[in-house]
Every structure is written in structure tokens, then in C-alpha cells.
């Protein structure tokens, strides 16, 4: 009653709907891993049934602050009085009707269950979904330093003061900062990716050894205690910063490790695709999030504190949860035998009738045998070319110049066009939206059609992006004095880029290493291909030391480029995984027709596979 003439009724119905749909997931979530599911006795653990009663306490809290009250205030208020009885009427009458049609939910429990699964498939996507909510704060953490780099309160912290800097000259434009600034804020973001290459790194050794849920809760811890080193800073610590960063980045890029190579073992092979490359979903949605909530706290006091703290809200959830879920039933026969990967496929699959997928799994890793691997072993000739195939898509992914867009977009449209974060927001809306369908492209179109057709995107966007600031723009100067024509036109191609990016190449380049490689090795590679990714993201975030030299269209040239190069790449070495069980990709790449038959051979052409 006291926030909704404070807070407003917007406002509290947007985070009101936010929290119900936490409170309502973690509730499913809590079912699906802790009870039995669709039996007569749902045979729910203690933790899991006090999990549902407290997040089903925070969905009615979030209710009853925000839905419960307003939408009864809200109705009352828009009508002038001529209908407003009327109108009343007609829209209390349909919050009765609809609530006559759902108390007929109990009808649905032996179709849906409590927790809308039905049958194994539905749970083993809940596993993943769920683990993949760590890709959250993957996201908003690349999301939060493109908005705080532009906020008032990170530049009264660390840039006003810093060697002499006044405020005048830490809000110039970008090829007129400070050098000390850019030398600091390029280096704030440097080693924050050195901490991801570490992170990948990491992360490959824990989940040989200790399995990769262990290798998910440790990348939360490394993203928690970073995260609060950087937010309870004193003013002016730049170098304490600077390691926050780097303990963040170790968080990241073992997150960014983990989750595709969980998602790969845990997901039914028609939906792998979309399973393993929901982390990118995640992902962009913690980019849009982070967007929306530092357009709305941009003039904070300590807004680049708050936005920052808020990332830790998402480890924090699947620290707690990530043991209530099934381990990999893979990584569980390597590492402690058959009756340990029937039990956790069986929690998996919720059935007992596990034997055939069980007996796949255990014929391919002892094939390959179950000795020791060592780094070297992924060098060994059979396994050597896939290597080169998954550094090269992760090389690619980060030379198509996504990371500098969202890192620098905030100060290059602030000035391009005057508002760096509304440019900002809505890139990082377009690539939210375009995931989206990527979900479903992805094992319905395949993974090699849709890099191709991204990389041709990627292209003409970039393309059209350096041209519109070649003749609309001023070039060099302290004042770019762009056109507001050529200022939108950039953005929109821009925008167009990031579509293209977001159905293809943004989450395929996490699939496909994840698919690739056999089980003995597939830690240890997927590990070296993401610190690729890191290595070459820590490269690419030197961009503004180039601005001087090439000027803003000369670097989009240079990605137009390198995006086309990726194409190339991709069409002369990279065959078609879609619809391949993982213990089969061994004979896909060996050339096996009883593999490349069907989508694959149309969408591979021969020499491909050579």
C-alpha cells in the first residue's frame, strides 16, 4: 500500500512479475529434481518440499506486493467517469471467469504432474535449463561494462582525479579520453578475460576429477567473491579492481566452460542443439536485463555498485540447486563405473528403462578406452583436426567484433548519436529477441547452414555500419559531428549484425566443440577451445587503441572481414552435427556413411569430411 504511490504501479508490476517467475521456477525446478514425479507418490525429500513451500512464499510475496493490490487499483483509475462503472464491471468479470477456468487445474496433474513434466525427455531439459540459468550472470556481466564504462558514478570513482583527470575530460569522446583512462579501462577489461582463459582452464581439470556439477559450483564461487571485492571498494582502488575483475573472469570462463559440455551429456539427442546452446539464451538474457537496469539507475549515486551487485543473484541459485540435479551419466561410468552412470541416467530419464542408452554410453568410453588422458592426447592425429575445427569456431566467434560492440557500444553511439545506453539497450534487445528462434534453427536448419548464412549477416552489417560513418560522419576529430541519418543508420546495421550473430554464431560456437570430441577427451578440449575464446576476446578488447589509426568505420571494415574469413572457414572444414548421437560423431568424422546419410550429407559437401 506504501510503495505503489512510491515505486509507481509500472514498476512494481515489471518486478513483481519477475519474481513470481523465479519463484514459480525454482518451485518446478525443486519438484523436478527432488521428487519422483508422475507416480502415484510423488515421494518429494525433505529439502526439496521446503525448497517449493519458501519459493512458493516468495512467488505470493511478489504477488502481493505488485499484481494482488494493482490490478484492481489500476482498472479504477484509467476510465473517465462517463464508463468508468461500466468498465470496472466488464474487467472484474473477466478476472472472475478466468479464475473459474483455473480452478480446473488439478485436471491437468496426471498430464502435466505439479511440475509440468511429462515423461523423461521434459526432465532432462528441466536439468539443463536449469543449470543453464549460470549463463545469466555470464551475460550480465559482459553486459554491465559496456553501461558502466559511460555512468556518472564509475567515472566520479575511478576516472575524476585519476592522474588529473576532470570531469570534462572523462566524459570527452572516445578518441579524445584521457590515456591513462583508456589504458585502465582497457586493462579492467584485459584482465577480467585473462581470468576467463584461467577459468577454462580450471574448470577442464575440475570436471575430469570431481565432475561437472562441482565445476558449475565453482565457477559461482570465483563470480561471487569477485563480484564482492569490486562492489565494496573505496573510491580511487584501482588496482584492487583490477584483480576483482580477474576473479570474476575466473568465474566466467569456467562457466562458459561448464554449462555447454553439462548440456551436451545431460540432453536427448533431438534437442541437444537447443539444450546445450540455452546457455547463449541465458546469456543475452542477462545482457538485456543488466541493459534495462542501468538505463533506469544510470544517474545513481552508486549505480555502477548496485547494477554489479545484482549479478550475484544468479550463481547464487544455482550454487544452491546445482546438487539436486542428476551428474553427467558419461563423466559418472568414467569416473566411478556402471552402477553409478545407470543410477544418475536413471534420475536423469525418470524411467528404469534405461539400458539401451545406458549400453551406447558404455560401449563408446570403452572404446576409447578408460586410461589416464593427458593434454598431449589432444593433439593425437585422430583427435587433432576437430581440435583445430573447435579453437578456430571460438577464434571466429570473437574476430566477428561482438564483444567490442557491447563492450565500447555505450561510448561509440554516445557519440554517434548522443545516448550511449539507449543505443546500447537496444542492441542488447535485438540480440535477446533473435536467440530466441536460434533455439529452434538450430537443431531443425543445423549448425553448419546457419553459420554460414550468420557469417553473410555478419557481412552486410558491418559493412553497412563503416560505410554510413565514412560519409556521414566527420572522421577524426574531437567532434565525430555525425549526421543523426548516419548515426540511426548505424545503429540499424548494427543491429542487423547482432541478429545474425545471435541466430548462428553466438550459440553454435558453444554447441559445437561441446559435440565434437569424445568423452576421454571432451573436458580437457572444450577447456582449450574456450580459453581461445578468452584469449582472443582479451585481444579484441584492445580495439580502441586502433580508433586513432583506423577510425570507427575502419574498424568495422576490419570485422566485415574477419567475419568473411569465418564463412569461408566454415564452409571448406566444418560438417554438419545436427541429429548425431554423441557416441556417433566419432564415425562423422571419420566419414562413415552410416553416419553422413540424410541432413548431414546434403548439408557437408564430400570434401568437407575428407
Keep these: 500500500m506504501y510503495w505503489v504511490d512510491r515505486i509507481g504501479r509500472r514498476r512494481l508490476l515489471l518486478l513483481g512479475g519477475a519474481g513470481m517467475v523465479v519463484g514459480h521456477l525454482v518451485s518446478a525446478i525443486s519438484f523436478t529434481a527432488g521428487c519422483h514425479g508422475n507416480t502415484e507418490d510423488s515421494g518429494c525429500s525433505k529439502s526439496a518440499g521446503w525448497t517449493m513451500i519458501v519459493f512458493t512464499a516468495f512467488f505470493i510475496f511478489n504477488f502481493a506486493i505488485s499484481w494482488g493490490p494493482i490490478c484492481w487499483i489500476y482498472p479504477a483509475e484509467i476510465f473517465p467517469m462517463n464508463v468508468r462503472a461500466k468498465a470496472v464491471s466488464a474487467s472484474t468479470m473477466a478476472n472472475w471467469c478466468t479464475g473459474a477456468v483455473m480452478i480446473g487445474v488439478p485436471k491437468l496433474f496426471p498430464y502435466l504432474n505439479i511440475n509440468g513434466t511429462e515423461g523423461s525427455r521434459i526432465y532432462a531439459i528441466a536439468v539443463c535449463v536449469f543449470a543453464s540459468i549460470g549463463g545469466m550472470f555470464f551475460g ?43 589504458t585502465y579501462t582497457t586493462l579492467y577489461n584485459v584482465l577480467y578475460y585473462v581470468g576467463c582463459i584461467g577459468g577454462a582452464f580450471v574448470g577442464g581439470i575440475i570436471a575430469d576429477k570431481f565432475g561437472r556439477r562441482m565445476t558449475i559450483f565453482a565457477a559461482g564461487v570465483f563470480f561471487c567473491l569477485g563480484t564482492c571485492v569490486l562492489v565494496l571498494l573505496s573510491t580511487g582502488h584501482h588496482n584492487t579492481s583490477l584483480i576483482a575483475r580477474f576473479l570474476q573472469g575466473l568465474g566466467v570462463g569456467n562457466s562458459s566452460f561448464s554449462l555447454p559440455l553439462f548440456g551436451a551429456e545431460m540432453a536427448p539427442r533431438e534437442l541437444r542443439g537447443m539444450l546445450s546452446g540455452f546457455m547463449q539464451m541465458a546469456v543475452v538474457t542477462g545482457i538485456v536485463l543488466v541493459g534495462v537496469i542501468n538505463y533506469n539507475i544510470n544517474h545513481c549515486a552508486h549505480g555502477w555498485r548496485i547494477t554489479n551487485s545484482i549479478a550475484m543473484f544468479f550463481p547464487i541459485i544455482v550454487m544452491v540447486g546445482i546438487f539436486f540435479v542428476p551428474e553427467s551419466p558419461r563423466w559418472a561410468y568414467k569416473a566411478k563405473g556402471l552402477a553409478a552412470a545407470e543410477y544418475e541416467l536413471q534420475r536423469l530419464r525418470k524411467t528404469k ?37 573447435a579453437m578456430m569456431l571460438q577464434l571466429l ?44 534453427l538450430v ?17 552486410f552489417g558491418h559493412i553497412v555500419s563503416a560505410t554510413a560513418f565514412t560519409l556521414g560522419c ?42 565434437i570430441f569424445p568423452l576421454r577427451v571432451r573436458a580437457k578440449a572444450v577447456s582449450v577451445s574456450t580459453m581461445t575464446n578468452w584469449t582472443i576476446g582479451a585481444i579484441m578488447i584492445g580495439i580502441p587503441k586502433l580508433f586513432p589509426y583506423l577510425n570507427i568505420n575502419g574498424v568495422f571494415f576490419l570485422f566485415g572481414g574477419l567475419c568473411s574469413l569465418a564463412g569461408v572457414y566454415v564452409y571448406f572444414k566444418c560438417p554438419e552435427t545436427m541429429g548425431v548421437f554423441l557416441e556417433d560423431i566419432e564415425m562423422l568424422f571419420r566419414g562413415s556413411t552410416a553416419v553422413v546419410g540424410g541432413t548431414t550429407s546434403m548439408s557437408s559437401p564430400p570434401f568437407v569430411l575428407e
Excluded at 542408452?357 to 572404446?367: H, Q, S, T
Design 140 to 182: 550480465y556481466d559482459q553486459g554491465v561494462t559496456g553501461g558502466v564504462l559511460v555512468m556518472d558514478s564509475f567515472l566520479k570513482d575511478f576516472c575524476v582525479g585519476y592522474g588529473g583527470n576532470t570531469y570534462a575530460a572523462c566524459t570527452a569522446q572516445s578518441v579524445a579520453l584521457p590515456s591513462n583512462w583508456l
Design 474 to 515: 566527420d572522421g577524426n576529430t574531437k567532434d565525430m559531428n555525425c549526421s543523426k541519418a548516419a548515426g540511426w543508420i548505424m545503429i540499424a546495421s548494427t543491429a542487423f549484425f547482432i541478429f545474425n550473430f545471435a541466430i548462428s554464431w553466438g550459440p553454435i560456437c558453444w554447441i559445437y566443440p561441446a559435440e
Design 397 to 440: 566467434q570473437q574476430a566477428t567484433g561482438i564483444n567490442p560492440v557491447f563492450v565500447y557500444g555505450g561510448q561509440i553511439f554516445q557519440d554517434v548519436v548522443h545516448d550511449g545506453l539507449l543505443s546500447l539497450l537496444i542492441l542488447q534487445i535485438v540480440n535477446f529477441l533473435s536467440t530466441i528462434p536460434a533455439m529452434y
Design 353 to 389: 528403462n534405461v539400458q539401451d542408452e545406458l549400453e551406447r554410453i558404455v560401449d563408446a568410453i570403452d572404446d576409447e578406452g578408460r586410461n589416464k588422458v593427458y593434454w598431449s592426447d589432444l593433439w593425437h592425429p585422430s583427435i587433432r583436426p576437430r581440435m583445430f575445427i
Design 443 to 459: 537443431d531443425h536448419i543445423g549448425r553448419r547452414t546457419l553459420l554460414l548464412l550468420g557469417a553473410v549477416g555478419m557481412v
